[in-house]
């Protein structure tokens, strides 16, 4: 009970602190120097860490923050944008149809690299490379008004892993390739001002799904 206290304690002081830690700050730098400023470069980045019992909070200067401890590490992200309005549809010079990225996608992976490169590197994180679950507890926007828990406004649950996974995955981030997820789990908890989704990567020792048989007491939620 000690732990769940802790984290609680930390959770409620918190409130509010880094509600919107991705806000876009205004600058007078001309267009032309902002966008040659663009692109992966990762500026350097100061932070601070607190203990919580055995777990570390690390926030960066640039707003991010990642919860490390021995077998996992979690990262919070904004909330995300809407499965219709990740990808965009173009047709190329042969009359084919391509499926990209669409603005509103690629600034919020910008958003991300640009908050959380710098603080993996003032961590010396190493991306991983090594089989992990992935788990996403969703907090949907603060709504003024009262809402059910089927009525609340909220994505779809399949709606948020994709953009929020590819978003981290990189040299320079939290893993290389998301090709090391081999189980995913995902849960609502209470909702937050403007919204946030957090991640985390479970380490797990090298499994061989090849060779693993189907588990129906696992399909009919019998075990965990």
């Known amino acids: 009970m000690r732990k769940r206290s802790a984290w609680d304690l930390w959770s409620k002081n918190n409130v509010g602190r880094f509600s919107d830690p991705f806000e876009v700050k205004q600058t007078n730098r001309p267009a032309r120097e902002r966008r040659a400023l663009g692109g992966e470069i990762v500026y350097p980045c100061s932070l601070k860490t607190e203990v919580i ?8 200067s640039t707003g991010g923050i990642i919860i490390t401890g021995d077998n996992f590490i979690t990262v919070k992200l904004p909330y995300g944008i809407s499965a219709n309005d990740i990808w965009r549809a173009t047709i190329d010079e042969n009359g084919k149809q391509r499926n990209s990225l669409s603005v509103g996608a ?24 090594q089989d992990c679950e992935v788990r996403l507890m969703v907090q949907p926007p603060l ?16 709606n948020y892993p994709k953009l929020l996974i590819d978003s981290l995955k990189g040299t320079e981030l939290l893993y290389k390739d998301d090709n090391i997820f081999v189980s995913e789990k995902i849960e609502f908890a209470e909702p937050v001002q403007d919204g946030c989704v957090w991640l985390s990567c479970i380490f797990i ?20």
Not at 106 to 121: G, R, S
């Open 205 to 224: 020792k090298e499994t061989n799904w090849l060779e693993k048989k189907v588990n129906f007491d696992w399909l009919a939620g019998r075990s965990i």
């Open 106 to 129: 690629k600034k919020f992976k910008k958003k991300v690299f640009d908050t959380y490169a710098p603080i993996f590197k003032a961590l010396n994180w190493k991306a991983l490379n």
């Open 53 to 60: 019992d055995q777990d570390s909070v690390h926030r960066g």
């Open 143 to 158: 709504k003024p008004r009262n809402y059910t828990v089927r009525s609340y406004p909220r994505f779809d649950i399949d």
